[in-house]
């Protein structure tokens, strides 16, 4: 159009095999690698009582109301759920080895350095 750029999509309705045809001007492919949860090796880990999830199990923060958390890893998951639990919990550390997020968390949200054991 007018030398502008721009994404044609077709895409069919599972449920009534109908297709339909859209403009865009960006496309995001958000295509779930994140699906097949992926644990970290953590010796001792066997030791720890407490309740362990993936950030791919998460739902929701009152499981954790008034208790301890540490989450590893700062990349997206990892962050959006230290800021949604922090509103619940006592305290949450954000392990994570890369650098200190810039970024103003919450008063109870400590970013320290990755757990070895």
């Not at 030398?3 to 069919?12: A, C, D, H, K, P």
């Not at 492919?29 to 999830?53: D, Q, R």
């Amino acid at each position: 159009q007018g030398g502008e750029r721009y994404w044609e999509v077709v895409y069919r309705c599972l449920n009534t095999n109908s297709t339909t045809n859209a403009f865009f001007d960006g496309i995001l492919v958000c295509n779930g690698h994140y699906s097949k949860p992926l644990y970290p090796t953590i010796p001792g880990k066997e030791k720890f009582v407490g309740t362990m999830i993936h950030s791919h199990d998460y739902r929701d923060s009152q499981h954790f109301k008034g208790e301890n958390v540490v989450i590893l890893g700062a990349a997206a998951s990892g962050t959006d759920i230290a800021v949604e639990i922090s509103k619940d919990v006592n305290q949450v550390y954000l392990a994570h080895n890369g650098p200190f997020l810039p970024s103003k968390l919450p008063a109870n949200v400590a970013q320290i350095r990755g757990i070895s054991e």
